[in-house]
């Protein structure tokens, strides 16, 4: 699976993003797709997840109540709406597919994307 991730930008505090993330395969609804976020100096934190068919999100309580994960297996895309943002939430995002059940660590995750940056100035 190839993952392409976009839809990052600069945005002000307050303001609204949506990400996005295209996969190559015929076999996209059988992952389960997550959103990860690495600020500088930091570590790659799980931001939120989403099942393959039978549809599920969880989430970081850092972004509960203002982002929103979703996807369309016709077109083999994840997206990350990302409503009232803050400037902690400035980061390089990455989308990535796991073939286990709502996983949050990194290491359970088999394919990641480039990164989008998403900067929100205060």
């Known amino acids: 699976v190839q993952l392409q991730a976009s839809g990052g930008g600069l945005v002000q505090a307050g303001g609204s993003l949506r990400l996005s993330c295209s996969a190559s395969?015929?076999?996209?609804?059988?992952?389960?797709m997550g959103w990860f976020r690495q600020a500088p100096g930091k570590g790659r934190d799980f931001v939120a997840g989403?099942?393959?068919?039978?549809?599920?999100?969880y989430y970081a309580d850092s972004v509960k109540g203002r982002f929103t994960i979703s996807r369309d297996n016709a077109k083999n895309t994840v997206y990350l709406e990302m409503n009232s943002l803050k400037p902690e939430d400035t980061a390089v995002y990455y989308c990535?597919?796991?073939?286990?059940?709502?996983?949050?660590?990194?290491?359970?995750?088999?394919?990641w994307g480039q990164g989008t940056l998403v900067t929100v100035s205060s």
């Open positions: 990535a597919a796991s073939t286990y059940s709502k996983p949050i660590a990194t290491a359970l995750y088999d394919y």
């Open positions: 395969g015929s076999t996209f609804s059988s992952y389960t």
């Open positions: 989403i099942s393959g068919t039978v549809i599920s999100t």
